[in-house]
């Protein structure tokens, strides 16, 4: 039953001339008291990422109508399915119903919203149709050709012979974990954020040190202000890897940092850099056998970030990233760099790729982000990209990303239910 008093006194303690809980909703101009409000369109269907305009009509006791979209509360009961602005306009967020409501006084009025997946057109190696800024929306742009390892199916991939013992020395029992979602985690944003780019964005020195002669050399493209991974954008850092992934989307480059430091000067510093050609099976011309990147694991880092705009459309065109805690002394194409000592051969090569196995039933109850991360593990699969916590899974920081239901519904999904997909052209010392 819905209480009417706790309405009228949330609607008190808001600002009248904001949300028009005062006289300017609950009574025309002829003094009639409102009785009843009706929402426009009634139960109408979007897409993710698509808004729909409500507009809220007033019938007044003396039988007169009039538009008081502007004077009302709006509500959405499912904020995870779609928000509602002060002036009636829902967004689509992810897959599901919602309940819009607008209010003014006791009075109100509701309809039903309903938010579908929508379709969205993939292009492969092309990224020109991407928007622009941080953490900007690809619209459908997939980097490196659909021919790529990154946007290979590989649902029915032989498994490697060494699989149990591969997967066992990761953790049977050890979950999936999240390594990203919204707000802070220990005072800093959870996840390697990016920015995209025009070809006029200026071009900038770097200074590369730890791995200057496995880097690509400058200029990068590197706005002053390029969002850095563990620091808050009023500057302070809370240590980690300080990736920086930029992407030109008019010449098709990814261009990757790590360790980056911005100078007073606009120049940076960097531990190393790389540079990746987004519509080329050639993905990094300059690099040899056996070069790092921003990476551990030699591998570039944006194409395996899960990212809020992809899983919240129900659908990730890709394979992902993932850390483990002890690599091998190996790697396995498309990765070209190892970064251990240990050369026990049941422990992953860098460049590794598991897969959920198609035992795996995905929980129907189960948030539709994660339902696509985990379609996406079993059709692309995921690669060990570099030494860290096992079984974590790396992608964007999002305000829109829900921590509890990221942690808990990825954390029931144990090694257990993984495969090592056959490696083949496995280098070693």
């Given at each position: 039953?819905?209480?009417?008093?706790?309405?009228?006194?949330?609607c008190?303690?808001?600002?009248?001339?904001?949300?028009?809980?005062?006289?300017?909703?609950?009574?025309?101009?002829?003094?009639?008291?409102?009785?009843?409000?009706?929402?426009?369109?009634?139960?109408p269907s979007?897409?993710?990422?698509?808004?729909?305009?409500?507009?809220a009509?007033?019938?007044?006791?003396d039988?007169?109508?009039?538009?008081?979209?502007?004077?009302?509360?709006?509500?959405?009961?499912?904020?995870?399915?779609?928000?509602?602005?002060?002036?009636?306009?829902?967004?689509?967020?992810?897959?599901?119903?919602?309940?819009?409501?607008?209010?003014?006084?006791?009075?109100?009025?509701?309809?039903?919203?309903?938010?579908?997946?929508?379709?969205t057109?993939?292009?492969?190696?092309?990224?020109?149709?991407?928007?622009?800024?941080?953490?900007?929306?690809?619209?459908?742009?997939?980097?490196?050709?659909?021919?790529?390892?990154?946007?290979?199916?590989?649902?029915?991939?032989?498994?490697?012979?060494?699989?149990?013992?591969?997967?066992?020395?990761?953790?049977?029992?050890?979950?999936?974990?999240?390594?990203?979602?919204?707000?802070?985690?220990?005072?800093?944003?959870?996840?390697?954020?990016?920015?995209?780019?025009?070809?006029?964005?200026?071009?900038?020195?770097?200074?590369?040190?730890?791995?200057?002669?496995?880097?690509?050399?400058?200029?990068?493209?590197?706005?002053?202000?390029?969002?850095?991974?563990?620091?808050?954008?009023?500057?302070?850092?809370?240590?980690?890897?300080?990736?920086?992934?930029?992407?030109?989307?008019?010449?098709?480059?990814?261009?990757?940092?790590?360790?980056?430091?911005?100078?007073?000067?606009?120049?940076?510093?960097?531990?190393?850099?790389?540079?990746?050609?987004?519509?080329?099976?050639?993905?990094?011309?300059?690099?040899?056998?056996?070069?790092?990147?921003?990476?551990?694991?030699?591998?570039?880092?944006?194409?395996?970030?899960?990212?809020?705009?992809?899983?919240?459309?129900?659908?990730?065109?890709?394979?992902?990233?993932?850390?483990?805690?002890?690599?091998?002394?190996?790697?396995?194409?498309?990765?070209?760099?190892?970064?251990?000592?240990?050369?026990?051969?049941?422990?992953?090569?860098?460049?590794?790729?598991?897969?959920?196995?198609?035992?795996?039933?995905i929980?129907?109850?189960?948030?539709?982000?994660?339902?696509?991360?985990?379609?996406?593990?079993?059709?692309?699969?995921?690669?060990?990209?570099?030494?860290?916590?096992d079984?974590?899974?790396?992608?964007?920081?999002d305000?829109?990303?829900?921590?509890?239901?990221?942690?808990?519904?990825?954390?029931?999904?144990?090694?257990?239910?993984?495969e090592?997909?056959?490696?083949?052209?496995?280098?070693?010392?």
């Amino acid at each position: 039953m819905r209480n009417i008093i706790v309405r009228g006194v949330a609607c008190m303690m808001l600002a009248t001339a904001l949300f028009g809980c005062g006289d300017v909703a609950t009574m025309n101009s002829n003094g009639a008291a409102l009785t009843s409000i009706a929402i426009a369109p009634a139960n109408p269907s979007i897409t993710t990422g698509a808004s729909q305009q409500f507009t809220a009509t007033g019938t007044y006791s003396d039988s007169t109508t009039q538009n008081i979209t502007g004077s009302v509360l709006w509500s959405s009961s499912n904020a995870s399915s779609a928000t509602i602005s002060t002036a009636g306009l829902a967004s689509g967020v992810s897959a599901g119903t919602t309940t819009i409501e607008a209010m003014s006084g006791t009075i109100y009025g509701t309809t039903t919203l309903t938010v579908t997946v929508g379709t969205t057109t993939l292009t492969y190696g092309n990224m020109s149709g991407a928007d622009l800024g941080a953490g900007a929306n690809l619209n459908g742009a997939i980097p490196f050709p659909a021919s790529n390892a990154w946007n290979t199916d590989i649902s029915s991939a032989p498994v490697d012979t060494n699989s149990n013992a591969l997967i066992s020395s990761i953790g049977l029992g050890t979950g999936l974990h999240p390594d990203f979602g919204s707000g802070l985690w220990s005072g800093a944003p959870i996840g390697i954020p990016y920015v995209i780019v025009s070809n006029s964005q200026p071009m900038v020195s770097v200074l590369f040190t730890l791995y200057a002669d496995e880097s690509d050399p400058g200029p990068y493209p590197v706005p002053p202000n390029a969002p850095i991974e563990g620091q808050l954008a009023n500057g302070q850092a809370f240590g980690g890897d300080r990736h920086v992934l930029v992407i030109d989307r008019d010449s098709n480059l990814l261009y990757e940092m790590a360790n980056a430091y911005p100078q007073s000067d606009g120049t940076w510093t960097a531990s190393c850099g790389a540079i990746f050609h987004l519509d080329s099976n050639n993905v990094r011309p300059t690099a040899q056998p056996g070069w790092t990147s921003s990476d551990a694991a030699g591998l570039p880092i944006f194409p395996g970030l899960v990212r809020y705009e992809e899983a919240s459309s129900g659908v990730i065109n890709h394979a992902l990233r993932f850390t483990v805690n002890t690599t091998r002394e190996a790697y396995v194409p498309p990765a070209t760099h190892w970064a251990s000592s240990n050369t026990n051969a049941d422990l992953p090569p860098m460049g590794m790729r598991v897969r959920l196995k198609s035992t795996y039933v995905i929980p129907s109850g189960f948030s539709t982000e994660v339902k696509a991360i985990l379609q996406a593990l079993k059709t692309y699969g995921m690669f060990v990209a570099d030494n860290g916590s096992d079984w974590f899974i790396t992608g964007t920081p999002d305000s829109r990303w829900n921590n509890d239901e990221l942690v808990s519904e990825l954390g029931s999904v144990t090694g257990s239910n993984f495969e090592v997909v056959q490696m083949d052209g496995l280098v070693t010392p």
